[in-house]
């Protein structure tokens, strides 16, 4: 990465125009800051470049009658700054990144070891079971935290405002052969981790392809000159070679300057036809359509009143219960989901 800029410079502007360019030029609905804790501001104005960069870009989107969405890569837990609005003294983001609940749930389910950026939470000897760390109690304990903080008493706006996901370009891209989460969990484990995330009263991030457990993988890979190419293929082998799972595939690692890598990416979207494939598909369509449609779904409000409510049922099986906000409104919904080979769900 090298030297962080100061975003207090002229550079301020620079990136807020170009967030504008996107948004108007480009029709963009939502935007991904990265690595938003490396946006210094040193500048001394009365706004943070954060939230200089969120209040532009929504009132430049609602005077063309349009929404968009700012979304922070933040893994810190600052809730004043990261979801309370500008007026109110924070940066005024929509939504915030949180990778708990995937390194959660690929504890529990894969074979593979896990990759550089995991950041599992600890288990503690009160949530184990037997000393086997894979057992939904934390994994129930993970979900709960991803929406506590230090600040006792302080909830986000919604619930919404936690980004969840089970794959994202990162976590499927930083791996040596680029496998997706369903290259290394069986079929029945990926249709119930889907089930999980998408019950959940977070917002979702589903990464292309997995919507149907797509084969390809998702290889690093660049189209930069030559002389910059090998740098890129030296240094990411560089980068990387302390984490067991590189060293132990050095020699099959795909250079990301050969087409061939990027070309083993391209989906082949006439398998969203074919079981298994199909059959995913229809399940993450149904889900989410229920998501749209059903009251209990749509409340996702985040105090101690929330129709919200997770709990294990068996040492591999976790229950969510959904509830509407006014019981009038609807249905009760229960969604019980078995994550591990153990027993059924008591």
């Given at each position: 990465w090298g030297r962080a800029n100061d975003l207090g410079t002229d550079l301020r502007y620079f990136a807020i125009e170009n967030a504008l360019h996107w948004v108007h030029e480009y029709h963009a609905d939502g935007l991904r800051l990265d690595s938003t804790p490396n946006c210094f501001d040193d500048s001394g104005l009365s706004k943070h470049f954060l939230a200089e960069l969120t209040t532009v870009v929504k009132e430049s989107a609602e005077r063309s009658r349009r929404k968009v969405v700012v979304l922070a890569e933040d893994l810190r837990k600052l809730p004043k700054e990261l979801y309370r609005s500008v007026a109110d003294g924070g940066y005024g983001f929509d939504c915030v990144f949180s990778d708990h609940l995937y390194h959660e749930i690929a504890r529990r389910m894969e074979t593979r070891a896990p990759d550089e950026d995991a950041r599992p939470l600890e288990d503690t000897e009160e949530e184990r079971v037997d000393g086997d760390p894979r057992h939904v109690y934390n994994l129930v304990t993970t979900i709960k935290k991803a929406y506590e903080f230090e600040e006792a008493g302080f909830f986000p706006p919604t619930m919404a405002c936690f980004l969840s996901y089970l794959q994202n370009h990162d976590l499927v891209g930083n791996r040596p052969l680029g496998d997706r989460l369903s290259h290394s969990v069986t079929l029945r484990a990926y249709r119930a981790a889907t089930c999980l995330l998408l019950s959940l009263p977070h917002s979702i991030l589903l990464f292309m392809g997995q919507e149907w457990a797509a084969p390809e993988p998702f290889i690093f890979f660049t189209d930069y000159p030559e002389h910059i190419g090998?740098?890129?293929?030296?240094?990411?082998?560089?980068?990387?070679?302390?984490?067991?799972?590189?060293?132990?595939?050095?020699?099959?690692?795909?250079?990301?300057?050969?087409?061939?890598?990027?070309?083993?990416?391209?989906?082949?979207?006439?398998?969203?036809?074919?079981?298994?494939?199909?059959?995913?598909?229809?399940?993450?369509?149904?889900?989410?359509?229920?998501?749209?449609?059903?009251?209990?779904?749509?409340?996702?409000?985040?105090?101690?009143?929330?129709?919200?409510?997770?709990?294990?049922?068996?040492?591999?099986?976790?229950?969510?219960?959904?509830?509407?906000?006014?019981?009038?409104?609807?249905?009760?919904?229960?969604?019980v989901v078995q994550l591990g080979e153990g027993e059924r769900p008591a």
């Amino acid at each position: 990465w090298g030297r962080a800029n100061d975003l207090g410079t002229d550079l301020r502007y620079f990136a807020i125009e170009n967030a504008l360019h996107w948004v108007h030029e480009y029709h963009a609905d939502g935007l991904r800051l990265d690595s938003t804790p490396n946006c210094f501001d040193d500048s001394g104005l009365s706004k943070h470049f954060l939230a200089e960069l969120t209040t532009v870009v929504k009132e430049s989107a609602e005077r063309s009658r349009r929404k968009v969405v700012v979304l922070a890569e933040d893994l810190r837990k600052l809730p004043k700054e990261l979801y309370r609005s500008v007026a109110d003294g924070g940066y005024g983001f929509d939504c915030v990144f949180s990778d708990h609940l995937y390194h959660e749930i690929a504890r529990r389910m894969e074979t593979r070891a896990p990759d550089e950026d995991a950041r599992p939470l600890e288990d503690t000897e009160e949530e184990r079971v037997d000393g086997d760390p894979r057992h939904v109690y934390n994994l129930v304990t993970t979900i709960k935290k991803a929406y506590e903080f230090e600040e006792a008493g302080f909830f986000p706006p919604t619930m919404a405002c936690f980004l969840s996901y089970l794959q994202n370009h990162d976590l499927v891209g930083n791996r040596p052969l680029g496998d997706r989460l369903s290259h290394s969990v069986t079929l029945r484990a990926y249709r119930a981790a889907t089930c999980l995330l998408l019950s959940l009263p977070h917002s979702i991030l589903l990464f292309m392809g997995q919507e149907w457990a797509a084969p390809e993988p998702f290889i690093f890979f660049t189209d930069y000159p030559e002389h910059i190419g090998r740098t890129i293929t030296d240094g990411r082998r560089r980068e990387f070679a302390h984490i067991p799972e590189f060293i132990n595939h050095q020699g099959k690692i795909p250079d990301p300057q050969d087409w061939g890598t990027f070309k083993k990416c391209k989906l082949n979207w006439s398998r969203r036809d074919q079981q298994p494939h199909s059959g995913l598909l229809q399940i993450h369509r149904r889900l989410l359509s229920l998501r749209h449609s059903e009251p209990a779904f749509l409340n996702v409000q985040s105090d101690a009143s929330s129709g919200f409510v997770a709990a294990a049922c068996g040492d591999w099986s976790l229950c969510v219960l959904r509830r509407p906000r006014v019981q009038a409104e609807g249905r009760k919904w229960l969604i019980v989901v078995q994550l591990g080979e153990g027993e059924r769900p008591a």
